[in-house]
């Protein structure tokens, strides 16, 4: 079946530096990635929609300046969060859903990002 | 815009169970739902796909359910496990949307 990869699965970081997390898609194509985010306690909440050479989609409220989104390639997207603060400590999940598969099929989630800023 | 809501938020039952989760959605519009699993610090793991045109999908000791008209869906467990503890979650796209929208989960516990 489809698999997503992430990486790095937990990351420690000080305040003011910027961390890049990845996501790919190891058997499959996918032009369009989602990033989303989850608060401990709280269900996922969609940060941006990942578009394959083109600028990412972000959602009302998200800062894209803060959140860089890079799709180079159809099976390959980062998230970059620059100059972390505390209140950017959170779950960052991505999921991808395969190209070649039926309009209906599901989507894959990678396994998340734990981002911890001290 | 789609919204999810899954209810109860948590649950607790012994070990050998049948249990029914509940998620309702807004937007009746939907390609598929889909329901998930959380074990605390992972990833989602996908539990059943049902597409719009089929009332229920199964695997193994899970049964889902879809009833589009009233926005509802069921997530049947049998004989649960104390390995079935985790955080489920439902999932659905809004009206001509790939982009999934989540409930906030229900947190089962299965006492043994």
């Known amino acids: 079946g489809a698999v997503v990869s992430q990486h790095p699965s937990w990351v420690i970081c000080k305040s003011g530096t910027s961390v890049k997390i990845e996501c790919r898609s190891l058997d499959f194509q996918a032009t369009t990635m989602f990033w989303y985010r989850q608060f401990p306690k709280q269900s996922l909440m969609l940060m941006a929609t990942s578009n394959e050479g083109s600028k990412a989609t972000y959602e009302q409220g998200v800062e894209k300046d803060k959140f860089l989104i890079n799709h180079a390639s159809l099976t390959l997207s980062t998230l970059t969060v620059t100059s972390a603060h505390p209140e950017d400590s959170s779950f960052y999940i991505c999921?991808?859903?395969?190209?070649?598969?039926?309009?209906?099929?599901?989507?894959?989630f990678g396994s998340g990002t734990r981002l911890t800023v001290v | 815009k789609q919204e999810v809501t899954q209810i109860p938020a948590a649950l607790s039952v012994p070990e050998g169970e049948n249990l029914v989760l509940n998620c309702s959605f807004t937007d009746s519009a939907i390609y598929n739902l889909q329901w998930f699993r959380q074990d605390p610090g992972k990833g989602l793991t996908s539990l059943l796909l049902i597409q719009s045109s089929q009332r229920e999908q199964t695997s193994g000791r899970l049964n889902a359910s879809l009833d589009k008209s009233s926005g509802r869906s069921t997530l049947y467990i049998a004989a649960s496990q104390p390995g079935d503890s985790a955080t489920y979650l439902c999932a659905a796209p809004g009206a001509g949307s790939y982009q999934l929208t989540f409930g906030k989960g229900t947190k089962l516990s299965v006492i043994p």
């Open positions: 999921s991808a859903r395969d190209l070649g598969a039926p309009t209906n099929y599901g989507y894959t």
